[in-house]
């Protein structure tokens, strides 16, 4: 357990449905990324925020997504009208302000699975 | 953009060294990262290398950067079965940056 908590673990949807993620960093984790990894593959870069700032977005986060952080604290990760192509697992990262990634962790990830 | 490309698999056998090569396109990647991902756990940053430095030690872990190759390696001294995992190589152009991932090297230690 590295401290970064994210719900649900596992979510099977139909093509169409709406999906929300929820990421919890760790305390004092001012730095929350989302990341989306698909079978086989490297986990690749969705958005980034520093605080309750979205500060960068992936051409991949397509406007179908959304990410808020509202409070500067958790994070959640919407994806409307979800597409079989959605299907991966998505992960979500935290890192301290003062520090590098170095002191990154990773949560456990959420598998979305759209039938 | 960063491009990260690394070979897809390897096997050894317990006891033995692994190195696991990687190539990256960006030179102004900075930062340069190896993580480990065991099946049904998470990510985890095992190592990471300045683009100033050649070379680092970490216990069993050496990483080896020949920057104007762009080739960056990782050699697992002793090699035992619990280092089975999936080894990704990563870069990004500052320590708080996006990191850009590979596709991954599956590592199988044979018995």
């Known amino acids: 357990d590295t401290g970064v908590s994210q719900n649900p673990r596992h979510k099977i949807t139909k093509r169409g449905q709406n999906v929300t993620f929820r990421c919890d960093p760790i305390?004092?984790?001012?730095?929350l990324y989302w990341y989306r990894q698909t079978l086989g593959q490297g986990p690749e870069f969705l958005t980034y925020?520093?605080?309750?700032?979205?500060?960068?977005k992936s051409r991949l986060l397509s406007d179908r997504f959304s990410a808020e952080r509202p409070k500067g604290s958790f994070s959640t990760l919407e994806i409307q009208r979800t597409e079989q192509g959605d299907s991966a697992m998505y992960l979500c990262?935290?890192?301290?302000?003062?520090?590098?990634?170095?002191?990154?962790?990773f949560g456990p990830g959420t598998r979305l699975l759209v039938l | 953009g960063e491009d990260v490309e690394q070979s897809l698999f390897l096997s050894v056998r317990e006891g033995d060294s692994s190195v696991i090569n990687c190539t990256y396109t960006?030179?102004?990647?900075?930062?340069l990262y190896w993580y480990k991902q065991e099946p049904g756990a998470g990510l985890q940053l095992l190592t990471y290398?300045?683009?100033?430095?050649d070379m680092k030690q970490d216990q069993r872990l050496t990483v080896l950067l020949n920057k104007k190759d762009k080739h960056l390696s990782l050699r697992i001294a002793d090699t035992q079965t619990g280092d089975s995992a999936i080894y990704f190589c990563?870069?990004?152009?500052?320590?708080?940056?996006?990191?850009?991932f590979g596709p991954g090297t599956s590592l199988s230690v044979i018995p």
């Open positions: 990262a935290s890192i301290p302000l003062a520090s590098g990634i170095e002191t990154q962790y």
């Open positions: 305390s004092e984790h001012n730095r």
């Open positions: 925020f520093q605080n309750e700032a979205q500060l960068e």
């Open positions: 960006d030179s102004s990647s900075t930062y």
């Open positions: 290398i300045f683009s100033n430095m």
């Open positions: 990563a870069a990004s152009e500052t320590s708080y940056d996006k990191v850009i």
